[in-house]
């Protein structure tokens, strides 16, 4: 299913001339309009947008940095300078959690708001969902952008049965009651739902799910993670994701299943970077690197050359449905990232060993650092969780997974084992890295 066959089946080269017309208006937007642009592009020798150039000179800019966005709302609030419309034209205004401080907001005019729709409802119409489908959504409608969702769903025609997270036997009476076949979620909530549904004897395939489709963390493309709940309900699972300054569902993957396609074509310009050095990478099979967005027909907050810090894979394998452009994989957030010995490492790589180990091993793991910070000493300390039916570690194991980690990843890490069920599930979003162990390094563990 393509919700816009013209744009998603449109051959790139095409789409970029497109883009070039509306980077031109966006540029000359923001130094019109943005106090915020016009002093970070004149501090970098850009003073008009003749000095800018066109798309194909966009590497010259400076990045925007997610810490430029909270000061400038600090020093200019409540939106900061970087604001370009009437504040009397925004018609929703999001936050974000405030969990490493102050919260940011963010304004969307109507024409801001009718784009992050339009983006869903592209991306989750690849993902399976259709006109009259009834669909619940575990993502809460407010104050999160998260809950701009429930606006995509609107275009494309679904009936949406709103709960949020926080509550899941409403999700799984509602599920049951109403007969709905969708649901959008984590990756997290799905895994979590599938615990819930056991102890709570519930028979998971009863519940007639036909399709997913998961968002806000890396997970729900993972061989592991999905294979579980496929499995368990039945369904099919799709994975998208965005980025809340830019827009929901700026990738979403559709019926071919092989990675996520860029959905707001015409509305933003995607760049392929390398993390250290900034340069630009080619968008090539295989290709790897962090994603960079300007925002090409913003009018509330647009930003340029964002810094998404998610790192990708790129794959450039032709589409069955016709859909055109690069398809990737989230493999993590490279402030996430950690350097082991000079190795880099994104925790969920972790994850897509565990895959061989199953049924001895849950799939659920916690990276538990020594010491604060990107820079870990070896070897580096990994929990991973028994199986259901594996009380203690089969002989072994520990030593294998250790071998297989360092095979792969170039990392050697201390494996220990933790009882089924005691890694904490989440009903949001995982967390992969807990240093709670870094300033008492004495850690209880399951021996073999």
Known sequence: MIYDPEVERRPVAEQYELDKGRYLEQITYLLQNSSFYQQKLG???????????????????PFTEKDEIRATQASSPPFGAHLAASETDLRRVF???????????????????EMYATNVARGYTAAGFSRGQKVVVGFNAGPFVAGAVYYGFDKIGCSVIPVGTGNTERMVTAIQKLGATGISCTPSYGLYLIDWCHQHGVETHSLGLQNMITAGEPGGGDPLVRGKIQEAFGCVVRESMGIGDITLSAWAEDDDGKGMHFMPRGFVHVELIDPVSGEPIDWQDGAEGELVYTALQREAMPLLRFRSRDHVIVTMAENPTGRTGPRIRCVGRTDDMLIVRGVNLFPTAIRSILEQFTPAVSGMFQVRPRSRGVLQTPPLPVVIELGKDTPRAPEGLRSRMIDEIRSRLLVTTDVSFAPHGTLPRETYKSKLVDYSDSENPAVAKLEE
């Open 43 to 61: 501090e970098a020798g850009f003073h008009s947008a003749d000095d800018v150039g066109g798309l194909e000179d966009i590497a010259r800019l």
């Open 95 to 113: 936050s974000t959690s405030g969990t490493t401080g102050t919260p940011c907001y963010l304004g969307l005019t109507a024409h801001d708001l």
